[in-house]
Structure formats: structure tokens, C-alpha cells
């Protein structure tokens, strides 16, 4: 399994002078068609988000990003919870049954984005784990919160990635990560149009009892 994590970091394509390793390619790759296939509900983004941690683990890791590391082992395991929670909340018609969030649960996410950042930035710091500890924390946990709420089908979870984009095509231009940071202004794009879907099969899904 390293012969095979080393070979797929050290070999790749050369874009404009850029090097992409096979590992950063296929898990970016991955990671883009888990945006494309969450705003089709479909069960099949998880197996691919799941396929997308375990390259993207040894290219963070590689890149001495504790956190981005990090970040993967917790989505894996949010993946199997989503994908679990996603059988359970299925519709016939729309699909996956979403939602906009409660007042109580908007500001959960808020408060959980606001504490978790300070605490793993500050973990991150005393263990030297990343050169840019604030940025990467922020992404670390924006992720996590983002997949937590997309397992519940929150429209909000939409917003939560926007932001994690907001800061990770600079970390991942700094970072040396030319091709990850390309991949997250298109993770932008479809991020936008995800929220404006989701947003309107709520509004479907919330007014189908009333017509019924």
C-alpha cells in the first residue's frame, strides 16, 4: 500500500509548468464530482467522497498540511454517516428529502465553525502541525460541518462550503497546490448553483403536504 501511495505522489501530468500528481489529480477529480453529484442527491456521492479522502489524505499529509490531513479521516467517517442517513431520508420523486434549517440549528453551525476553528487552529500551533494553522483549521472544520449538515439535508450546508472555498484556493495557491486550488474556484461555481437547486427542491418538498 505505500509502494502504492508513493508511486501515485511522485507520478503525474505537467499542466502549465505545474506538476499534478496522480494522488492530487484523481482525488480533486473525485472530490469535483462529489459537488456535481450532491446536487442530484444522489446516493453514489458518498462512495466517491470516500474514494476522494483516501488520495487527498496522502496529498495533504505529503504537503506538511496537518489539518487538510486531518480533515480527510474525519469526512470518511462522516461520509459512512451520510450515506447511512441518506438510505433513510429517501423520496420517491425528489430524491434525498432537504431542507432548510431551523433558527437553532443555523446557529449551531455558527457556533460550531466559530469554537472549533480557535480550538483545532490553536491545537495545530502548539503541535506544529501546519504552517498556516488559522486557514487550515478553518477549512478542517467548515468541512466537517459542511458534511455533517449535508447528512441532514440542510440547504445551509451549501453556504458553509462557499466559505471553505473562500479560503482554500488562496491556502492552496500558497501551498504550492496549483491544480487543487483551480479545482476549489470550480467547487465555487457549482457550490452556487447547488445552493439555488437545493433551495428550490425544498420549497417543493415543503409545500407537496399542503397540496396532498
Not at 482554500?168 to 465555487?188: D, K, T
Request: glycine share 8%; proline share 3%.
Amino acid at each position: 500500500m505505500r509502494v502504492v501511495a508513493e508511486w501515485l505522489l511522485e507520478n503525474g501530468i505537467t499542466v502549465l509548468g505545474q506538476q499534478i500528481s496522480w494522488a492530487e489529480l484523481v482525488g480533486q477529480l473525485c472530490a469535483l464530482a462529489v459537488v456535481f453529484l450532491a446536487q442530484r442527491r444522489t446516493l453514489a456521492t458518498w462512495p466517491v467522497q470516500v474514494a476522494a479522502t483516501v488520495l487527498l489524505f496522502a496529498v495533504y499529509a505529503s504537503a506538511h498540511l496537518g489539518g487538510l490531513a486531518i480533515r480527510q479521516v474525519v469526512i470518511l467517517l462522516i461520509s459512512v454517516y451520510g450515506w447511512w442517513a441518506w438510505t433513510r431520508r429517501s423520496d420517491p420523486v425528489y430524491g434525498v428529502v432537504v431542507r432548510k434549517g431551523t433558527a437553532r440549528e443555523r446557529w449551531l453551525l455558527l457556533g460550531a465553525l466559530a469554537l472549533a476553528t480557535t480550538g483545532f487552529a490553536l491545537l495545530l500551533s502548539a503541535l506544529d502541525a501546519s504552517w498556516a494553522p488559522w486557514p487550515d483549521a478553518w477549512i478542517f472544520v467548515g468541512t466537517a460541518v459542511a458534511f455533517w449538515a449535508q447528512g441532514r439535508g440542510l440547504v445551509e450546508f451549501w453556504l458553509v462550503w462557499l466559505a471553505v472555498d473562500a479560503v482554500g484556493v488562496p491556502l492552496q495557491m500558497a501551498s504550492g497546490l496549483w491544480f487543487s486550488a483551480a479545482i476549489y474556484v470550480v467547487f465555487a461555481a457549482l457550490v452556487i448553483h447547488g445552493w439555488w437547486s437545493w433551495n428550490r427542491t425544498a420549497r417543493v418538498q415543503r409545500a407537496a403536504p399542503a397540496r396532498a
